[in-house]
T-cell receptor
Framework: EPEVTQTPSHQVTQMGQEVILRCVPI?????FYWYRQILGQKVEFLVS????????KSEIFDDQFSVERPDGSNFTLKIRSTKLEDSAMYFC???????????FGQGTRLTVV | DQQVKQNSPSLSVQEGRISILNCDYT??????FLWYKKYPAEGPTFLIS?????DKNEDGRFTVFLNKSAKHLSLHIVPSQPGDSAVYFC??????????????FGTGTRLTVIP
């Protein structure tokens, strides 16, 4: 069964460093998303991406964050100058078309020290 | 800003009985609702969804009910099985201009099915 894959599963980085979280969405999906879950809190929407551009972003997704689809398969989230409060599970998701369920990857646990 | 609320952080049910998980929302623009199941250290797994034009959707042991006037939805699992033990998240979405479904999640309900 097709699935969303994320790498790495766990990333430890020093505060102030840049990190890139990688995702391979399901191949025929058109919509791509990033979510995050800070430990003990709810899953929060970060950004949606369609037709090679951001379609919507939340207040969390400030200038520190960027997304890119560098080729036909990968979808990346870049966090510049990481802060301690960026420590969270980051989930990538994709959906085939509008108003259909999103399928989530296993997540990347980001720890900023 | 709690647009989607799950007021019961946990629920315990005997195997074979019905599990009812509840969810409330505040944004009347939400038009698509989903339930996800999540195990520790894994991503949310889609279970079942319902659009705002329906009031019930059934898939095997899982049924979702939507009451738009009360801004309330519920997930019924019957019969409950030990393998159903997990955290269940309610999510709601509002289309953006591209049709993307940006999900707003509740805080989750931990279901424990007792053998």
């Amino acid at each position: 069964e097709p699935e969303v894959t994320q790498t790495p599963s766990h990333q430890v980085t020093q505060m102030g460093q840049e990190v890139i979280l990688r995702c391979v969405p399901i191949s025929n999906h058109l919509y791509f998303y990033w979510y995050r879950q800070i430990l003990g809190q709810k899953v929060e929407f970060l950004v949606s991406f369609y037709n090679n551009e951001i379609s919507e972003k939340s207040e969390i997704f400030d200038d520190q964050f960027s997304v890119e689809r560098p080729d036909g398969s990968n979808f990346t989230l870049k966090i510049r100058s990481t802060k301690l409060e960026d420590s969270a599970m980051y989930f990538c998701a994709s959906s085939y078309r509008a108003n259909t369920e999103a399928f989530f990857g296993q997540g990347t646990r980001l720890t900023v020290v | 800003d709690q647009q989607v609320k799950q007021n019961s952080p946990s629920l315990s049910v005997q195997e074979g009985r019905i599990s009812i998980l509840n969810c409330d929302y505040t944004n009347s623009m939400f038009d698509y609702f989903l339930w996800y199941k999540k195990y520790p250290a894994e991503g949310p797994t889609f279970l079942i969804s319902i659009s705002s034009i329906k009031d019930k959707n059934e898939d095997g042991r899982f049924t979702v009910f939507l009451n738009k006037s009360a801004k309330h939805l519920s997930l019924h699992i019957v019969p409950s099985q030990p393998g159903d033990s997990a955290v269940y998240f309610c999510a709601a979405s509002e289309w953006d201009q591209t049709g993307a479904n940006n999900l707003f999640f509740g805080t989750g309900t931990r279901l424990t099915v007792i053998p």
